[in-house]
């Protein structure tokens, strides 16, 4: 669980301090146009470390929280130190790129928060465990059920584009989680259909 509470410790630490620090937010935030005319590429994975505001950072790093542990202990089985990680970072940049490339000249598009990399552990762990209870708003459902109406509101909001959140992040993000167990374990999505 090291890894887990690591990007846990650090996204809270460089969170709080960039609450108060509107110049080292503006430094890690998701700024397309900066990455494509300025070269700079590291805001394709700082942007996870910066949120909007308090909820915002806890709703994620809790189900990090929850998630993480079980996905890091599963893939040091299969994978070693790394998985999680590689889990992690891969759902980071694969969730925001979609993104990225739609708003590349839009100098008005900004995008923060770990929501897109934690899907991909979240989705991860619905795979692994789809018949896991999952306590949403006190309310308790499986973790497919919770899965399948989180990809839907997703989906309906991504369409809507109606508030300043980034559904198409949590898409992605949770289709990476979902393709990489996928991939290392192959007969998880045999499982699941049965």
Do not use: C
């Amino acid at each position: 669980m090291v890894t887990t509470l690591v990007v846990i410790g650090l996204t809270t630490l460089v969170s709080l301090i960039a609450f108060n620090q509107p110049r080292l937010r503006q430094q890690l935030i998701l700024w397309p146009p900066a990455v494509r005319r300025n070269n700079e590429y590291w805001r394709l994975l700082s942007y996870g470390l910066i949120h909007a505001d308090g909820m915002h950072l806890f709703f994620n790093m809790f189900t990090l929280f929850f998630a993480g542990r079980y996905i890091e202990a599963y893939l040091a089985l299969r994978t070693g130190p790394a998985g999680l990680p590689l889990l992690y970072l891969g759902g980071l940049v694969v969730s925001i790129l979609p993104s990225y490339l739609k708003h590349q000249n839009d100098s008005s598009y900004y995008s923060l928060g770990a929501s897109g990399a934690v899907s991909a552990v979240l989705f991860a762990f619905v795979l692994l465990q789809p018949g896991a209870t999952l306590y949403v708003f006190f309310i308790p459902m499986p973790a497919l059920v919770f899965g399948i109406l989180y990809l839907a509101y997703s989906w309906y909001m991504d369409r809507q584009s109606g508030d300043n959140i980034n559904h198409s992040a949590h898409l992605w993000g949770a289709g990476f989680g979902l393709l990489f167990m996928a991939l290392l374990e192959p007969q998880l999505v045999g499982r699941l259909l049965r």
